[in-house]
């Protein structure tokens, strides 16, 4: 008899479907693992890590180190040289590196440093946080996808190659389009402060200074011509038309302000986007100035 070395989904389906609970705890388990899990591992079969797809943007020849090097000013200590470091993708062109911020450096923002630290103490975390903090805020940032994914490979106790690769390079980067997920899984501050309460204990404000909706906005107008055509995003790449040109200046400005200060391991904090705020107001010809709480 062969050793039983995986929980198989059927065995679990079997027992969630007799478990004596209400239908929609089923129905939402279900919908979970085939919905999710098994059409996940059947992507990344299928595609052989998106190696086999036209997206795949060549093979990396060794693992990446998330930008550990970066941080540190010293090598991975581990590479094994028998294994690639899988495909490189990126729909949407994005090529920076990791800010220190995800190896621990403080940002300044709530959201992205209590689940950095959650990370590092348990080695997982929520989806939700997986995908609207951590993959949201690196593609705002227009991180390189594969650096991304290196990281949660070396990140979380859970990583095993056929939920890495799909859940980080298609749904949390977008970096093979619209082959696996219909849409870029971005999000500006109000999504993150209705999920959760890590604002609350912010220094931004989620409805006033908050740099994360800018960034959403930014990234909206950075790929407009890409996304228009998505039925999904159409609603935000139309508003994006009504947000005047000051203010989408002040969107890319407060992305340079951010890259910049995470590159080089700073925190932000409220007041870092004076500069920007003061060059909106001067082209509105406004006095009033949203200073820091
Ligand atoms: C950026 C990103 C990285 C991820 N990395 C990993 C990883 O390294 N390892 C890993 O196991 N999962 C990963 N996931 C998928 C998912 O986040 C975890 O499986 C989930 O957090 C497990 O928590 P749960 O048991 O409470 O899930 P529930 O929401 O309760 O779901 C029930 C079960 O369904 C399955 N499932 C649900 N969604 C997915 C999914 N998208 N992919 C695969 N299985 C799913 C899991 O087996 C999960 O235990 C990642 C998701 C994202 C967005
Ligand atoms: S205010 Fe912005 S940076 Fe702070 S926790 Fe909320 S979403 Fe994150």
Known sequence: MRPVTRLLPSRVLAEALAAPIPLASKEGFVRQLLGWREFVRHVHCETDGFRGTATAHGIEPGAGDGGFERWRGESWPTRDSRVD???SPSALGASAGLPPAYWGRRSGLACLD???????RDGWSHHITRLMVLANFATLLGVSPRELTDWFWVAY???FDWVVEPNVLAMGSFAVGELMTTKPYVCGAAYIHKMSDYCGGCAFDPKRDCPITPLYWAFMARH???LASNPRVAGPVASLRKRGDAQRARDEQVLAVVRDALDRGNAL?????AAADDSVQGSTGSRKRSGPR
């Open 224 to 226: 407009a011509d890409v």
């Open 114 to 120: 209590g689940v950095v630290a959650d990370v590092w």
């Open 157 to 159: 106790v859970d990583a």
């Open 269 to 273: 904090a409220p007041g870092a986007f």
């Open 85 to 87: 470091g899988g495909a």
